[in-house]
Nanobody, 123 residues
Framework: QVRLVEFGGGLVQPGGSLRVSCAAS????????MGWFRQAPEKGREFVAT???????DYADSVKGRFTISRDNAKNTLHLQMSSLTREDSAVYYC?????????????????WGQGTEVTVSS
């Protein structure tokens, strides 16, 4: 079955760290660029980070220097390490599969999404 399953979300205090992950199955994970997006209540889905099939990365300005995207092709898993979290980072985080193998920042260039994992930053 072709799917993405996110996990690792939860409640974290401002200034804290959290890692969310995404397990891929049913397709050749290593051949695709992958990405993380997020959606806060009453807002559109926004780009967070992307990683190419070779490991090249790109980030939204709002998370640059605080978040790190990585992939483990042997385990078909995508990660997003988040640090120095603020309330503005609270959202449902989605991983997506790009139709390309290079870094991809637009939602329209992703053809497979997981169900999302919720991250809440609150004291």
């Amino acid at each position: 079955q072709v799917r993405l399953v996110e996990f690792g979300g939860g409640l974290v205090q401002p200034g804290g760290s959290l890692r969310v992950s995404c397990a891929a199955s049913g397709f050749t994970f290593s051949s695709h660029a992958m990405g993380w997006f997020r959606q806060a209540p009453e807002k559109g889905r926004e780009f967070v980070a992307t990683i190419s099939w070779t490991g090249k990365t790109d980030y939204a300005d709002s998370v640059k220097g605080r978040f790190t995207i990585s992939r483990d092709n042997a385990k078909n898993t995508l990660h997003l390490q988040m640090s120095s979290l603020t309330r503005e980072d609270s959202a449902v985080y989605y991983c997506g599969r790009s139709v390309y193998n290079t870094i991809t920042t637009r939602t329209g260039e992703y053809d497979l999404w997981g169900q999302g994992t919720e991250v809440t930053v609150s004291s």
